[in-house]
């Protein structure tokens, strides 16, 4: 079970523990998390090439895991 990501974690390691944040990644702008070479990059990687804020995207993923595992 994930409890928390880091941006330093790998987007096919995240998905591949809880795919359930797939639709967080996607709301954000991250439409290409199915790409076979997204599965490499990690979270801060991705976020960069996409023009997003990776601290945000992280926290809005640890918060939806926080209440997930409760």
Do not use: R
């Amino acid at each position: 079970m994930l409890k928390e990501v880091t941006k330093d974690m790998l987007i096919g390691h995240i998905l591949e523990q809880d795919a359930t944040v797939a639709p967080i990644m996607m709301a954000s702008g991250m439409h290409c998390i199915g790409c076979p070479s997204s599965q490499s990059e990690s979270l801060e990687e991705a976020a960069m090439v996409h023009g997003l804020d990776c601290d945000d995207l992280v926290a809005k993923i640890n918060e939806y895991l926080a209440v997930k595992n409760e």
